[in-house]
C-alpha cells in the first residue's frame, strides 16, 4: 500500500520557522554534509511505540515527523520469510487467516483529516538551478510473556480496539503480562481496523499485512517530489537496522536465522525496494566515488555557491594534475540542486539472523554500517555531562582534533531522562541544544508523553526546534512581516549575543557592534574588530588575513562563541560579551531571504511580490529558452559558413569566420539580461555567460 505526504496542520511551520529552517540550511549550503547537524529520530518508539503497525497511521506519523524538522530517520526493517518481503512490523504476518471475517457491523469513525512567503523555483533532474538486536525494534521497551508462547491457536478472535483519534497513555498499553488488551495469546487474530484495512492481531503486536518498506518509500518519494523545490528541498537520511521477523507462533522470541533459500534473493533486495521509486533522488556510495575520484570534473567544475567548501576535505593531486580526495562529501546544495538528490541510505545495526544476506548487492546503493553515523556515548544532559562527547574544545581549533564527521548521539548507561506525561522536561531539550552546540545530531529514541508523534507532535516538535543553533526564539523577529516597532528598511542584520546562549538575533544594520572575522578561511579561527562599526563596514573593519564572516555550522558557531570568553574591550564599560558581534547575515535585499556576502549580497529567490508568480511559472523554462538559443547560435554559425564567400573574412584562408557567431554571444547575453529583470533570478545564466566569454576569447585568439 502506498502513502502520501500529509502532515496535520499543527506540524507545519508558523512565523519564524519556515524562515528559521531555510536560513540555517542556506547558510550551511556549501558545509560538507557530514559536518552538518541534523535532528534525528528512531521511527520504532517514536510511531509504533504500542504495538500498532497500521499503514494509515504510521503515514500520519512520519509525515508529521518530516515537517516539523527531522532529517535523519533509523528505521527497523524486517525481512518476511513466509510472504517474502521487506516490512516494519517485527513479525511475519500469515498469508491468509482462515474464516477472517469480524463480527463489528458499526462503521468505523473517520479518522482525523490534516487539513512569510518566498517564491520557490522547482528543483529539476539534470538541470542546475543556482540556489542554495534482537527482533523487537530499538525502544527500549520490554514485554512479559507468560508461558512458553509455543501454543500456535489460529481459531479468530474479534476485539475492539481503541480508535486512533481517543488513543490516550493508558488505554492501549502493554499489562504486565503482555499484550494488546491484557492477554498474550500466541494466536493470529483479525481485529476491527478504522480505516477499512486488514488488522491482525499477532502477540503484543497488531499490523496490517500492507504495512511494508514501499509505504515509507512511497511516501518518502511524495514527500521529496512536494519539496523538490529551492524554498523546501532538504536532504534525508534513513539508517537501516536490519532484522528478521518473528513468527507468528512466537512473536516475542528471537527468531532462528533463515533458510539460506528464505533469505533475499538477487530480486529481493533491499535497495531494490527504494530504487525502484527513489532511484533519480538518492545519492549512492557510488556517486560519492565517482565525485572523490575526480574533483576537476565534479565539485570543481560547479558554481561557486555550490562547491562543498575545501577547508573540510583532504585532497591529492595526481601526476595528471587530476584533484581527489579520500575523505571529503558533498555539500547539500552540489547534491539537491546540481545532482537534484535528496537522500542518502546507510546500513545501522544488523540481527546475527541476517548477516547471511546479500550485503554486496546493496553495495552500490547503501552505504556500508557507520558511514553515515559515527556515534558518541552520552551519560548525562548538562554540558558538563556532555564534555566527553563534545567536539567543541577551547584549547584548539585544528579540524583534525574537532573532527565531528556524522557524528550522532548515543545514550550511555548513565543517561536517564525522564518524559513526563504533562510537560516537556528542560533537561530533555537541553540535550538537544546542548548536543547540537557540540556537534552531535540528537537522535530521539523515547516515545515522549508515552504518545507517538500522530496522536501528538507538540512534544517532537519542541525537540526539533531547540536543534536549532543559528537563531535565538522568536527570531528573526522580521521574518512575519508584522511591524515590530524598527525600521523595516535596517532592521535586517544579524548579531551573535552570548547572552543568548550564542543563538542570533536581528539589529538595526545602522547599530556600532564589533564584527567577527574568520582567520585564514579557517572553520574554527575566529577574532573581533578592534573597534565597533555598523553593519556596511564590517569587512573593511577586519583585521589583516581575516575576513568578515558567518558561522556556517553549529561547530562553528561555537567556537566563535568561546572567543567572547576572552576577549574583553579595553574600555570596561563597553563589554563585548554584553552586547554581541555582527556576523555576515542580512536581509537587506529582500526581507525574509537571508544571505551572506555584505550588505550588497542578493537574495536568489525573488525581488519583489510581483515578480513571484512570474517567477514561478517561468523559471521552470529556462531550460526550454536555452535550448532555443542553442538552436539559434548554430543557425547563425552555419549562415555565416554560407555567406563566408561573400563576406570580409576575419582571419585568412586557413581560418573560418566568427562574426555570426559573436552576434549570437552578444544575443545570449541580451537574453540573461531579460532573465534577469523579469524574473529576479541574479545567477540564471552565469555560468552559460562565463562558458560563452571563454569560448569567444578562444575564438578571438584563433
Not at 513479525?91 to 512567503?117: D, F, Q, R, W
Amino acid at each position: 500500500m502506498t502513502q502520501s505526504y500529509n502532515p496535520d496542520n499543527s506540524s507545519l511551520p508558523t512565523p519564524p520557522w519556515g524562515t528559521v529552517y531555510l536560513s540555517q540550511r542556506d547558510v550551511a549550503a556549501q558545509v560538507p554534509i557530514n559536518y552538518v547537524t541534523q535532528p534525528g529520530v528512531v521511527l520504532a518508539p517514536a510511531c509504533f511505540a504500542h504495538g500498532r503497525y497500521q499503514d494509515k497511521e504510521a503515514g500520519d506519523c512520519i509525515s508529521n515527523l518530516l515537517a516539523v524538522g527531522y532529517r535523519r530517520f533509523v528505521v527497523d526493517v524486517y525481512w518476511d520469510s513466509g510472504r517474502q518481503d521487506w516490512g516494519l512490523c517485527p513479525v511475519s504476518i500469515p498469508k491468509s487467516i482462515p474464516n477472517n471475517s469480524t463480527s463489528s457491523t458499526s462503521s468505523p469513525p473517520t479518522p482525523p483529516v490534516s487539513s512569510e512567503t518566498l517564491s520557490s523555483v522547482q528543483l529539476q533532474t539534470g538541470v542546475e538551478l543556482t540556489t542554495t538486536k534482537g527482533n523487537t525494534p530499538s525502544t527500549g521497551l520490554t514485554t512479559a510473556v507468560t508461558g512458553d508462547g509455543s501454543s500456535a491457536s489460529t481459531t479468530l478472535q474479534v476485539r475492539s480496539v481503541p480508535s486512533p483519534t481517543n488513543v490516550t497513555s493508558s488505554s492501549i498499553e502493554f499489562s504486565a503480562t503482555g499484550g494488546l488488551n491484557g492477554t498474550v495469546q500466541p494466536s493470529v487474530s483479525m481485529i476491527p481496523n478504522f480505516y477499512n484495512e486488514p488488522f491482525y492481531e499477532i502477540g503484543p503486536y497488531a499490523c496490517t499485512p500492507t504495512i511494508t518498506l514501499s509505504l515509507l518509500t512511497s511516501l518518502l518519494l511524495d514527500y521529496v517530489e512536494k519539496t523538490q523545490n529551492t524554498l523546501e528541498a532538504h536532504m534525508i537520511y534513513l539508517i537501516l537496522n536490519l532484522h528478521a521477523a518473528a513468527s507468528a507462533s512466537s512473536p516475542t522470541k528471537s527468531p532462528p536465522a533463515p533458510a539460506v533459500s528464505n533469505l533475499p534473493d538477487s530480486s529481493d533486495l533491499l535497495s531494490l525496494v527504494f530504487d525502484a521509486s527513489m532511484s533519480p533522488f538518492i545519492y549512492t556510495p557510488t556517486d560519492l566515488r565517482a565525485d572523490r575520484a575526480n574533483l576537476n570534473s565534479s565539485w570543481y567544475a560547479s558554481a561557486h555557491n555550490l562547491k562543498p567548501l575545501a577547508e573540510y576535505y583532504t585532497t591529492t593531486i595526481t601526476p595528471e594534475q587530476m584533484h581527489t580526495t579520500f575523505d571529503g562529501w558533498p555539500s547539500e546544495s552540489y547534491v539537491e540542486v546540481l545532482r537534484a538528490k535528496r537522500m542518502l541510505l546507510g546500513w545501522g545495526s544488523i540481527d546475527t539472523q541476517m548477516q547471511g544476506y546479500n550485503f554486496t548487492g546493496d553495495a552500490g546503493i547503501i552505504f556500508p554500517s557507520g558511514e553515515l553515523h559515527k556515534t558518541r556515548l552520552v551519560n548525562g544532559t548538562s554540558s558538563a555531562d556532555l564534555e566527553g562527547a563534545c567536539f567543541s574544545n577551547a584549547n584548539t581549533t585544528d579540524l583534525v582534533h574537532s573532527n565531528s564527521s556524522w557524528a550522532v548521539s548515543s545514550q550511555g548507561p548513565g543517561f536517564d531522562v525522564a518524559v513526563p506525561n504533562s510537560a516537556l522536561s528542560e533537561p530533555l531539550i537541553s540535550l538537544s541544544s546542548n548536543l547540537t552546540a557540540c556537534g552531535i545530531s540528537p537522535i530521539i529514541d523515547k516515545t515522549l508523553f508515552n504518545v507517538t508523534a500522530n496522536v501528538n507532535i507538540t512534544a517532537y516538535q519542541e525537540i526539533a526546534h531547540n536543534s536549532v543553533w543559528t537563531w535565538a526564539p522568536d527570531e528573526p523577529r522580521n521574518s512575519s512581516r508584522v511591524s515590530n516597532g524598527n525600521n523595516d528598511a535596517l532592521f535586517r542584520c544579524a548579531v551573535v549575543d552570548p547572552a543568548l546562549n550564542g543563538r542570533w538575533r536581528v539589529d538595526d544594520c545602522s547599530s556600532h557592534y564589533y564584527a567577527a572575522c574568520r582567520i585564514a578561511s579557517q572553520p574554527y579561527m575566529w577574532q573581533f574588530t578592534t573597534y565597533p562599526v555598523t553593519y556596511s563596514s564590517a569587512e573593511a573593519a577586519c583585521p589583516g588575513n581575516s575576513t568578515f564572516a558567518v558561522p556556517r555550522t553549529s561547530l562553528e558557531n561555537f567556537y566563535l562563541n568561546s572567543v567572547f570568553h576572552h576577549r574583553r574591550d579595553p574600555d570596561a564599560n563597553d563589554n563585548i560579551r554584553d552586547k554581541g558581534v555582527w556576523v555576515d547575515f542580512n536581509s537587506l535585499d529582500v526581507q525574509a531571504c537571508w544571505v551572506s556576502g555584505g550588505p550588497n549580497a542578493t537574495c536568489s529567490y525573488y525581488l519583489n511580490d510581483a515578480s513571484i508568480q512570474r517567477r514561478t511559472v517561468l523559471v521552470p523554462v529556462i531550460a526550454g529558452i536555452i535550448v532555443l538559443v542553442i538552436t539559434a547560435l548554430t543557425f547563425f554559425v552555419k549562415c555565416n559558413a554560407n555567406r563566408r564567400s561573400s563576406r570580409r573574412r576575419k582571419r585568412g584562408e586557413a581560418g573560418w569566420d566568427y562574426e555570426g557567431f559573436v552576434q549570437s554571444i552578444a544575443i545570449l547575453y541580451k537574453l540573461d539580461t531579460i532573465l534577469r529583470r523579469v524574473l529576479g533570478y541574479h545567477h540564471s545564466l552565469d555560468d552559460i555567460a562565463c562558458a560563452c566569454r571563454q569560448l569567444e576569447a578562444t575564438v578571438s585568439r584563433q
